[in-house]
């Protein structure tokens, strides 16, 4: 990448999310939210957690984006009989008579991890391990993961009889947590005109890995001031019932808060969100922007909350006010 400096990188980046997002729409029919926060969490180096009902396009916009952006794309499909060396790969014994390892499906640059809670924890473990240390290990030997590497995992939010949700850990190995809504009526008149008329869309792809990676690291550089790093981690530390910080709706309607890692991807995302809307740095207002998807999975409401029928997002508003 040759930019003479930075602040060249940062209005090059800011150049590509508007043809990113012009690429998308071409598939993907509104989701601008959904879009914009897929996208913070692959240029933030994180992985993304999506909520949603089905039918609501989860594989086909992880698909597109995949297209876009020139990556190798695979999607798992977890179930209850899964088992780790399904998705890591698995030692055979080839003609030789030597062990060689075959990859798994993991071994690709976007991940689409669908229905994550069908599947046993030991499987969820083992995907979990990969998004932490972007490697795997199989019979002693450690594997590197393909870089740049992202997962998507999707949940849906009805029928829970038989799953395995994830424990509240391995939900803070995400950065974001962002949920699907079902499109509004004119969306849903397009997305049917679209998809109902045999017309087949050509993506061109904007973006390669390298660039990819290049700007993982430059949105690392984007500095921030005290005061916007401070008003983070205070937002965090709210959400934490009975502490020096503690709003007194966390202390009345949160069994637990978020941990430090909030605190980070808080930061991380407000950089992306302020690189990408061509701004050289976050404020407030960036860190706004991102909230939501940081705080609303690692936020664990009380017995009070839910019989009461208060929302994380209502919690989270008030923690903004």
């Given at each position: 990448?040759?930019?003479?400096?930075?602040?060249?990188?940062?209005?090059?980046?800011?150049?590509?999310?508007?043809?990113?997002k012009?690429?998308?729409?071409k598939?993907?029919?509104?989701q601008?939210?959904?879009?914009?926060?897929?996208?913070?969490?692959?240029f933030?180096?994180?992985?993304?957690?999506?909520?949603?009902?089905?039918?609501?396009?989860?594989?086909?916009?992880?698909?597109?984006?995949?297209k876009?952006?020139?990556?190798?794309?695979s999607?798992?499909?977890f179930?209850?009989?899964?088992?780790?060396?399904?998705?890591?790969?698995?030692?055979?014994?080839?003609?030789?008579?030597?062990?060689?390892?075959?990859?798994?499906?993991?071994?690709?640059?976007?991940?689409?991890?669908?229905e994550?809670?069908?599947?046993?924890?030991?499987?969820?473990?083992a995907?979990?391990?990969?998004?932490?240390?972007?490697?795997?290990?199989?019979?002693?030997?450690?594997?590197?993961?393909?870089?740049?590497?992202?997962?998507?995992?999707?949940?849906?939010?009805?029928?829970?009889?038989?799953?395995?949700?994830?424990?509240e850990?391995?939900?803070?190995?995400?950065?974001?947590?962002?949920?699907?809504?079902?499109?509004?009526?004119?969306?849903?008149?397009?997305?049917?005109?679209?998809?109902?008329?045999?017309?087949?869309?050509?993506?061109d792809?904007?973006?390669?890995?390298?660039?990819?990676?290049?700007?993982?690291?430059?949105?690392?550089?984007?500095?921030?001031?005290?005061?916007?790093m401070?008003?983070?981690?205070?937002?965090?530390?709210?959400?934490r019932?009975?502490?020096?910080?503690?709003?007194?709706?966390?202390?009345?309607?949160?069994?637990?808060?978020?941990?430090?890692?909030?605190?980070?991807?808080?930061?991380?995302?407000?950089?992306?969100?302020?690189?990408?809307?061509?701004?050289?740095?976050?404020?407030?207002?960036d860190?706004?922007?991102?909230?939501?998807?940081?705080?609303?999975?690692?936020?664990?409401?009380?017995?009070?909350?839910?019989?009461?029928?208060?929302?994380?997002?209502?919690?989270v508003?008030?923690?903004?006010?």
């Open positions: 990448m040759n930019f003479s400096s930075d602040v060249e990188a940062l209005d090059a980046l800011a150049v590509k999310y508007q043809s990113l012009g690429e998308i729409a598939v993907i029919i509104g601008d939210a959904v879009v914009k926060n897929v996208l913070i969490s692959i933030s180096k994180g992985h993304c957690l999506l909520v949603g009902v089905p039918g609501l396009a989860k594989t086909l916009l992880v698909n597109t984006i995949s876009v952006l020139g990556l190798n794309y999607r798992i499909q179930t209850p009989d899964l088992m780790p060396s399904d998705i890591i790969g698995t030692e055979i014994l080839d003609e030789t008579r030597n062990f060689r390892f075959v990859k798994g499906p993991l071994f690709a640059n976007i991940i689409l991890a669908d994550i809670n069908r599947t046993p924890p030991k499987t969820q473990s995907l979990l391990e990969a998004m932490q240390e972007r490697s795997v290990t199989a019979a002693g030997n450690t594997y590197r993961l393909h870089e740049p590497f992202f997962v998507l995992a999707t949940q849906n939010p009805i029928e829970q009889e038989g799953t395995y949700p994830l424990p850990a391995q939900l803070d190995r995400f950065m974001f947590n962002v949920y699907l809504d079902y499109p509004s009526f004119k969306e849903e008149i397009d997305v049917v005109k679209s998809t109902t008329s045999g017309k087949v869309v050509d993506l792809i904007v973006m390669e890995g390298e660039e990819i990676l290049y700007f993982q690291d430059l949105v690392r550089k984007v500095p921030v001031t005290d005061h916007v401070e008003y983070a981690v205070d937002l965090a530390s709210k959400t019932p009975n502490t020096e910080k503690a709003h007194h709706m966390a202390n009345e309607y949160i069994h637990w808060g978020a941990g430090p890692r909030a605190s980070q991807y808080l930061i991380i995302g407000a950089k992306c969100h302020a690189a990408l809307n061509g701004k050289y740095a976050p404020d407030i207002e860190v706004n922007a991102i909230a939501y998807a940081v705080l609303r999975h690692r936020v664990v409401r009380n017995f009070k909350a839910e019989a009461e029928d208060i929302s994380v997002e209502q919690l508003d008030a923690f903004l006010e």
